[in-house]
């Protein structure tokens, strides 16, 4: 789901969408932030679960809020871009 989110995105900006660009640049943002949050961050906390250190759990836990909180206004940034994709940018 996240290569799909990212080639959505990537397909808006190479199709010429015309996006404001404080929206564009905003949906970037938290695109990039999720992506390196999951790999930085969550990745190795699921590798050390996976190890069986459960203190880790409580560190996934709250780190995962982050990622709740971006991938939350992205959704608002995605019906966003929908709607400036429809009206033509206006």
Known sequence: LM??????????????????T?????AGFTLLVNWL????????????LQRGETDAINTLI????LRTVCW???????CLMLLAAMQGGK
């Open 3 to 20: 290569l799909a989110e990212v080639a959505g995105f990537l397909i808006l900006l190479v199709l010429g969408t015309p996006l404001p």
């Open 22 to 26: 404080w929206l564009a640049i905003a």
């Open 37 to 48: 949050s999951t790999f930085l961050w969550q990745v190795p906390l699921h590798a050390r």
């Open 62 to 65: 709250r780190s995962n809020w």
């Open 72 to 78: 939350t206004i992205r959704a608002v940034l995605a």
